[in-house]
């Protein structure tokens, strides 16, 4: 009997001993154990978008926010505070660590439950890569023979790297670069030896350990990873002592840190016209010509000048209520039209603004909308609509250019034009905005008040063939070929018209508008902005129409948009039935467009035009511009070969093209002829 015993004992032990080779060779012949998710290590990575000075405006990520750090980026501290914390003999072990499986098995007899556990790095990168969380032995198996194919796969390094750049570290940030700039807005090499011990002390438990949350756990928890270094004498006692009583700043920010998102979405689109697809995946960075800054200067601006024209029309609404009720009592039906009360929806009224340099067409400042939460279309690169008289200084320009002057007199009448439409017989009565004519007026009052009529047979004068002969020089796309054009009814963006509007503001050069100035991918450049650039006019001629420009905003249409101590140049474009409000101007360096209007094309309320609505906007923007910027350029140049000479009581410029007339016959200015 204790024969059959003593071999039935043998037997179990045998069995015993046999039994895990048995098991490890039937779970490595009963799966295929692909490491090349691993081996072949490419994970989403997160692009970013910068402005022109390299501060961060937006991540862009698909489902994980990730940056990815090469080995060579990760300071030599947080290797060793990893290790020392999670996986001390990681740079001898296999893969898997003998001595620790059977301390934790040990450990588990006697408690009757797992309350330690063994793996590796190396277990642990397998396990969030290839394979569940789930508590089974069969996955403990398989975790174990994975890391042994990785080790013999990739050397110590390279598992590091993919252990860093894997790892989840809590509040949406996947690898410790990530976690560097999310927790601490730092890149890892300007990490203190506290905050790297808060990074590698993360993935145990994220949700526990993770400072937006728990911050003295967080710190309890980054302590003991700086006394096991300590134990280890991987630091002296000095930094041990400083580390342990540092409480470093913590930044509880969104994953994105979108601060400009009409720059976003824009970026995206200019990705998809360059045929690029993986913007949320591809890891770019992203530069672009935008300064933050003003980017909050535009948007400020824009707003305001929203709140203020709500505020005047309901003043105009109610002042047309008690001149109703006064017209009313006194029954005159003459006035009947007058005092028709307009119907306006202001939910539809909405602005855009574009601002460029405009010596480079680096765009500075681009605002779609008054509230991105409310609309996200951007009306600045997408809205195409008509600039009105915005456009008439293309016109002059011509005019100017073909030896036209600043005191060259124009005539200020109606005229009927016919035309057929279907093959049936049009006229066409254009008329000032002012309902009046003032016979004859000069170029530069003509465009300062924006006369219609003056511009029309200044068209008439130029002839409309040489005149689009002669526009052709600014690209401007879908221009009429009939007499409207003086009107300005082609369609344009604010964008559009403001890198047209360099050719006056860079001095006769026009400049393509850029809003990325360069592309990197894995520290590679593969996109860089190419400066496109043409002539327009000459510097005399665009500076003729700089000084026009110039009076426009001192005492014509533009007078809302005057800052003091700064120069400004601009035009005022409102449409026909107050549809579209512009305001299109110029600094000596910086070029800007200010849009307003009906988001669903009726008309605005019927007093309400570009200077009006435009103006303010375009005021604040710049005064809030001269705050930031107190050094910049506040006066135009004046190029050589610029002649003033005094004609009656306003200074006037020429040039060799453009002459002073011999006889100057100024026109009365009280003048006006009424029919």
């Known amino acids: 009997m204790r024969k059959y015993l003593k071999k039935i004992f043998f037997s179990l032990v045998i069995l015993g001993f046999i039994s895990p080779f048995v098991l490890v060779a039937y779970f490595l012949t009963a799966y295929d154990y692909d490491i090349s998710k691993l081996v072949d290590y490419k994970p989403d990575v997160t692009s970013r978008i910068y402005d022109k000075d390299g501060k961060k405006i937006a991540n862009i990520f698909n489902k994980k926010h990730r940056y990815y750090a090469s080995f060579d980026e990760i300071p030599p501290r947080i290797i060793e505070a990893l290790v020392a914390i999670e996986d001390t003999t990681f740079f001898e072990h296999p893969g898997i660590n003998i001595d620790a499986i059977f301390r934790a098995a040990i450990k588990v007899i006697r408690a009757g439950k797992a309350v330690e556990g063994a793996s590796t790095i190396t277990q642990q990168l397998v396990k969030n890569v290839l394979l569940t969380r789930e508590k089974k032995l069969s996955r403990k198996i398989k975790e174990a023979i994975y890391a042994i194919k990785i080790e013999r796969a990739l050397s110590k390094e390279q598992i590091l790297e993919r252990y860093l750049n894997e790892i989840y570290y809590g509040h949406g940030y996947y690898g410790i670069k990530t976690a560097a700039d999310g927790y601490f807005h730092k890149r890892l090499e300007d990490l203190t030896l506290k905050e790297m011990a808060i990074l590698v002390g993360l993935p145990k438990a994220p949700s526990t350990y993770a400072p937006t949350k728990n911050y003295d756990i967080s710190m309890g928890r980054a302590n003991r ?107 005159n039906p003459s006035e009947e039209e007058f005092f028709e009360l307009q119907d306006v929806n202001l939910t539809q009224l909405n602005g855009a603004l574009v601002s460029l340099d405009s010596q480079s067409g680096n765009i500075l400042a681009l605002v779609g909308s008054i509230d991105y939460k409310i609309s996200s279309y951007n009306r600045a690169t997408q809205g195409r609509r008509q600039p009105g008289s915005a456009f008439k200084p293309f016109i002059y320009q011509v005019a100017i250019d073909l030896g036209f002057s600043g005191a060259t007199e124009l005539v200020d009448i109606a005229k009927t034009y016919a035309y057929e ?243 100057e016959q100024i026109s009365d200015p009280q003048e006006e002829l009424l029919w």
């Open 225 to 331: 990873v700086i006394k096991r270094m300590y134990v280890l004498g991987w630091i002296d006692e000095s930094m041990y002592e400083s580390a342990l009583v540092e409480n470093p700043e913590v930044f509880n920010t969104t994953l994105t840190q979108n601060r400009a998102p009409f720059i976003v979405d824009e970026v995206a689109r200019r990705f998809r016209d360059m045929n690029i697809s993986d913007l949320k995946t591809g890891g770019y960075e992203i530069y672009t010509t935008i300064d933050l800054r003003l980017q909050v200067a535009a948007r400020e601006s824009l707003k305001f000048a929203y709140g203020e024209a709500l505020k005047r029309i309901d003043k105009y609404k109610e002042k047309e209520l008690k001149e109703l009720a006064t017209f009313e009592a006194l029954q």
């Open 421 to 663: 439409k279907d093959g049936e017989e049009m006229k066409w009565r254009p008329r000032n905005y002012e309902k009046n004519y003032k016979g004859l007026v000069t170029l530069r009052e003509a465009l300062i008040h924006s006369r219609n009529l003056a511009t029309i047979n200044l068209v008439n004068d130029i002839g409309l063939n040489n005149l689009l002969r002669e526009l052709k020089k600014f690209k401007i796309k879908h221009i009429p070929r009939d007499l409207s054009i003086s009107l300005g009814t082609m369609s344009m963006s604010p964008l559009e018209l403001a890198q047209v509007y360099t050719s006056f503001s860079n001095h006769g050069v026009q400049v393509k508008a850029h809003l990325i100035e360069r592309i990197e991918q894995n520290s590679q450049i593969i996109y860089e902005k190419q400066d496109i650039r043409h002539i327009t006019s000459t510097p005399t001629q665009s500076y003729i129409m700089t000084t026009i420009l110039r009076d426009v905003v001192q005492r014509g249409t533009a007078r809302r948009a005057r800052v003091r101590g700064l120069e400004l140049a601009a035009k005022t474009g409102t449409t026909n039935k107050n549809i579209d409000a512009w305001l299109a101007g110029y600094s000596p360096t910086i070029t800007t467009v200010v849009w307003f209007g009906n988001d669903d094309n009726t008309p605005m309320y019927k007093r309400e035009t570009g200077g009006k609505v435009a103006g303010p906007a375009f005021r604040l923007f710049y005064q809030k511009t001269l705050k930031l910027y107190p050094q910049i350029k506040r006066e135009f140049d004046v190029p050589e070969g610029i002649t003033q000479v005094r004609v009656g009581k306003r200074m006037e410029y020429f040039s060799d093209i453009s002459r002073p007339p011999r006889v």
